[in-house]
């Protein structure tokens, strides 16, 4: 009996309708919060990579004729040649047996 009374005076009264909404709020209020920074971190991620990108790649209308732009190695990994090797010898077609 006497640790069922200890146990019921530790354990907390139910909360009011009034606790709850004010718990309600600090909960959306903070994952309002989180989400903004979560979004500045974006934004600020996004805006680096972008100046990171435009120092790598050569302005095109600063090129002179002379210069030529060659993409990075690391820029074709993962690429398939878009043309396929041609062989050096043709084989001759077979005459059209056309009716």
Not at 32 to 46: I, N, S, T, V
Request: no cysteine; proline share 8%; hydrophobic share 40%.
């Amino acid at each position: 009996e006497s640790r069922a009374s200890a146990a019921r005076g530790r354990v907390p009264a139910a909360r009011t309708t009034a606790d709850t909404e004010e718990i309600r709020a600090a909960v959306a209020e903070a994952l309002a919060d989180e989400r903004e920074r979560e979004l500045a971190e974006a934004r600020a991620f996004w805006a680096a990579q972008e100046t990171r990108d435009a120092s790598d790649a050569p302005l095109l209308l600063g090129l002179s004729d002379s210069e030529l732009f060659l993409p990075r190695q690391a820029d074709l990994v993962g690429l398939e040649p878009a043309i396929e090797p041609v062989a050096d010898t043709e084989e001759p077609s077979a005459p059209d047996s056309g009716p």
